[in-house]
């Protein structure tokens, strides 16, 4: 996968053969496979904030007059978004599901989000009610499993995918 000028190559090695790999002249690193995790569901306090410069806090959110995100396409990779969720409005579509055999379920190899946690995420961007940018399109980007665990290869593939997708258009990607 290249991004810009760099190139990201994911595979499977023993420890000789990375340690080779990373002898040659074209290689400028090499890293071991993270494994990420989700958590949290609650409303943050952020929301609060962005309105509010000043502390303390208090307690609601204004939405912008300015900006509704009209235009905008928001890649969310996440643990998927569940589509049809009434905060989306027919805003949110599939784009691409990146996890890989090496996760936790079989139910990941759908669209749908069997966490919660990208739906939740992508409800505070764009929800109709309690996004920040009520009118933005949403690209639901699956890189996280139902239990909340992807991998840097996952990351990768779903952020090339993004790119590609965007093609120069106004978008905003968003990694949980």
């Known amino acids: 996968v290249k991004i810009g000028g760099t190139c990201f190559v994911v595979f499977r090695s023993n420890a000789d053969t990375a340690e080779y ?9 090499i890293e ?14 952020g929301l609060d904030r962005i309105d509010q410069e000043s ?18 396409n ?41 966490n919660g946690h990208g739906t939740h995420g992508a409800a505070i961007i764009a929800g109709e009610t309690v996004g920040i940018a009520q009118n933005a399109h949403i690209w639901s980007v699956k890189i996280l499993s139902g239990s909340g665990r992807g991998s840097t290869a996952s990351m990768i593939r779903g952020i090339q995918w993004a790119v590609d997708h965007a093609d120069g258009k106004k978008g905003v990607m968003v990694i949980a």
Do not use: C, M
Request: hydrophobic share 35%; aromatic share 14%.
């Open 21 to 29: 790999i990373g002898t040659l002249p074209e290689v400028n690193a």
């Open 32 to 45: 071991a496979q993270l494994i990420t995790k989700a958590f949290g569901l609650s409303l943050p306090w």
């Open 55 to 72: 502390l303390p806090l208090n307690g609601v959110f204004t939405r912008s007059a300015s900006f509704s995100g009209r235009g905008v």
């Open 74 to 114: 928001v890649y969310s990779l996440d643990t998927g978004i569940f589509k049809e969720h009434q905060q989306f409005s027919n805003r949110a579509e599939y784009g691409g599901n990146f996890i890989t055999n090496d996760n936790d379920s079989d139910t990941d190899h759908d669209d749908w989000d069997w």
